[in-house]
Every structure is written in structure tokens, then in C-alpha cells.
Nanobody
């Protein structure tokens, strides 16, 4: 029933920008904690950013100042604007959602998208 579909991934050169979108079906993005995770081959999945129900945003130290997460309640869409991309940003990016409160190391998001690939070349 609930579905999260990411788009906007692609191949860019270092220093470039990319905007990812996550369209949520049958889910209100303003009543869930919405976030972005990424995973590179051979590495663990890591959180990139999230926006809580009240609207506060949180970013991983590695992307602070470069990435911006936002949401559009009317379109039930979450965005990740990525600027100043670096080769180390190369990964599969996943959209995720949780209700009640945001996740931690013991509690994962309940809903996940299938991911969109981001590749940054030098």
C-alpha cells in the first residue's frame, strides 16, 4: 500500500549538483519522520539527513553545508538537494519514513524506497 519512490539520481562530476526526489504514496510526509540514507558497495548504510514531523532537520557531518533536505506536504514529496558533490558521495540513496518519532541505531524506519544511484566522478 505505502510506497516510496526515489528519482533524480545520475552521474555527475565532482563539484556538481543533483536533486533527489522521494514521492510517497498513501503516506503523509508531514506526519512522518522522513529521511535519506545511502550505501556504497562494501560499506554500511548510513543516514544522510532527515526532517522530523515538526519540521526540524538533521544532517550527517559529512554533508552539512552541502546538502539540504526539504518536504512538500501538498505533493507528499521529500527532496534532497545535493551541492558540491564529492566522489565519496557516490552511493545508492534510499528514502525512508517512520511514524511517531525518528529512528536510531536500534529502531529502523518502517518504510523504505528501492533507491536511486548517485555517482560522482573526479
Amino acid at each position: 500500500q505505502v510506497q516510496l519512490v526515489e528519482s533524480g539520481g545520475g552521474s555527475v562530476q565532482a563539484g556538481g549538483s543533483l536533486r533527489l526526489s522521494c514521492v510517497a504514496s498513501r503516506l503523509d510526509v508531514t506526519r512522518h519522520c522522513m529521511g535519506w540514507f545511502r550505501q556504497a558497495p562494501g560499506k554500511e548504510r548510513e543516514e544522510v539527513a532527515h526532517v522530523a514531523i515538526e519540521g526540524s532537520t538533521t544532517y550527517a557531518d559529512s554533508v552539512k553545508g552541502r546538502f539540504i533536505i526539504s518536504r512538500d506536504g501538498t505533493r507528499d514529496t521529500v527532496y534532497l538537494q545535493m551541492n558540491g558533490l564529492k566522489p565519496e558521495d557516490t552511493a545508492m540513496y534510499f528514502c525512508a519514513a517512520a511514524s511517531g518519532r525518528c529512528w536510531d541505531e536500534y529502531t529502523l524506519p518502517y518504510y523504505w524506497g528501492r533507491g536511486t544511484q548517485v555517482t560522482v566522478s573526479s
